[in-house]
């Protein structure tokens, strides 16, 4: 019997390597099976871990504010909108104009988990008659400008102007006052001090005050940010903000509270300024300088430095220099 010899195999053996080879990759293919079902497994109990970890431990409300919310009514006029609060107990012959912050709106002021409710709280606890609130925005992001070589600019004079035809809704008020965070800190001191005549008292909380302007080179900026504690996120939005309502040094001198203060005297509104130390918008340095400068021009001042983070607020004293007669 002649037996078959492949390239010096006998065929028994062939057969037997060509089986063991079929075998090891049936092995390798269970084997890559089983990484790939181990795999998913993982992955399902890791993402499910995650997800079931975040819903437990996510906060599960926001801590709320009793109080006896002030009555309100909504008004528009060309591109502002406006809402008038009156507190149920009455109201004083004295008006504060609220600037809100970024990301706001005009219906702030009854939110129970916002700063706005303790101050009313405060004032109803104290017995306080409180002045006549006017929420104004122009949308959630604004900055208060004289009309320049910016497309957005001229929100100022425009709101000057409207104020005759918000008041004609209110009554002339004895004192006008401005509030303001954030955003809105900065803009009731850029509207406070360009037009000092119509305001009794500003106080901002938290505002955008910087000591450089958008317009410093690069090794300037990022010195400051490094010196504040800035989150250079957040202070590259502020600079392309900045850079959308101005186009130059000039421009910018125009609305710089540090650039404004510079100009006053006694006869300015007395200032109420706020500001966490660890701002995470590296604002205090400059609402500190700020301070400073306007004491030495004689302003009447309240500086409040706070050890906290941005809009950091004292509320108490916010209250108190919101609602008592000069």
């Known amino acids: 019997m002649i037996r078959l010899n492949i390239a010096g195999i006998k065929r028994s053996e062939w057969t037997r390597s060509v089986c063991s080879f079929d075998m090891w990759k049936n092995r390798v293919s269970m084997k890559k099976k089983l990484l790939v079902f181990f795999f998913l497994l993982i992955a399902f109990f890791s993402i499910g871990g995650y997800f079931a970890w975040?819903?437990?431990?996510?906060p599960t409300g926001s801590q709320k504010v009793?109080?006896?919310?002030?009555?309100?009514?909504?008004?528009?006029?060309?591109n502002l909108n406006?809402?008038?609060?009156?507190?149920?107990?009455?109201?004083?012959?004295?008006?504060?104009?609220?600037?809100?912050?970024?990301?706001?709106?005009d219906s702030i002021w009854n939110?129970?988990?916002?700063?706005?409710?303790?101050?009313?709280?405060?004032?109803?606890?104290?017995?306080?008659?409180?002045?006549?609130?006017?929420?104004?925005?122009?949308?959630?992001?604004?900055?208060?400008?004289?009309k320049n070589s910016k497309e957005k600019s001229g929100l100022m004079d425009d709101f000057v102007a409207r104020m005759p035809e918000i008041e004609s809704k209110i009554g002339k008020p004895r004192n006008r006052i401005l509030?303001?965070?954030?955003?809105?800190?900065?803009?009731?001191?850029?509207?406070?001090?360009s037009h000092p005549n119509l305001f009794s008292k500003v106080a901002s909380l938290c505002p955008g005050v910087y000591l450089d302007s958008p317009f410093s080179d690069f090794s300037t900026m990022r010195e400051s940010v490094?010196?504040?504690?800035?989150?250079?996120?957040?202070?590259?939005?502020?600079?392309?903000m900045a850079k959308t309502y101005v186009s130059s040094e000039e421009e910018w001198n125009s609305i710089s509270p540090i650039k404004l203060i510079e100009r006053a005297d006694d006869k300015y509104p007395e200032l109420y300024l706020s500001c966490g130390l660890y701002d995470k918008y590296g604002n205090f340095e400059g609402t500190e300088a700020l301070?400073?400068?306007?004491?030495?021009?004689?302003?009447?001042?309240?500086?409040?430095?706070?050890?906290?983070g941005h809009c950091a607020i004292d509320v108490v004293s916010l209250a108190d220099f919101l609602a008592t007669d000069q």
């Not at 107990?89 to 008006?95: I, P, Q």
């Not at 959630?140 to 004289?146: E, G, M, N």
């Not at 509030?179 to 001090?193: T, W």
């Not at 490094?226 to 392309?240: C, H, M, N, S, V």
């Open 54 to 58: 975040n819903y437990f431990t996510s």
């Open 66 to 78: 009793n109080f006896i919310a002030a009555q309100s009514q909504k008004f528009t006029s060309g």
């Open 82 to 105: 406006f809402t008038v609060y009156r507190a149920e107990n009455g109201v004083s012959e004295d008006v504060i104009y609220h600037l809100h912050a970024r990301n706001m709106d």
């Open 111 to 146: 939110d129970d988990t916002y700063f706005t409710s303790l101050v009313q709280f405060q004032w109803q606890k104290s017995l306080t008659k409180p002045p006549t609130v006017v929420e104004v925005s122009y949308g959630s992001v604004w900055l208060l400008t004289p």
């Open 179 to 193: 509030l303001g965070e954030s955003m809105g800190g900065l803009n009731v001191l850029i509207l406070g001090l």
């Open 226 to 240: 490094k010196r504040t504690g800035a989150d250079p996120k957040i202070a590259f939005g502020i600079l392309q």
């Open 291 to 308: 301070a400073n400068i306007a004491i030495k021009k004689g302003v009447k001042t309240r500086w409040h430095p706070l050890y906290g």
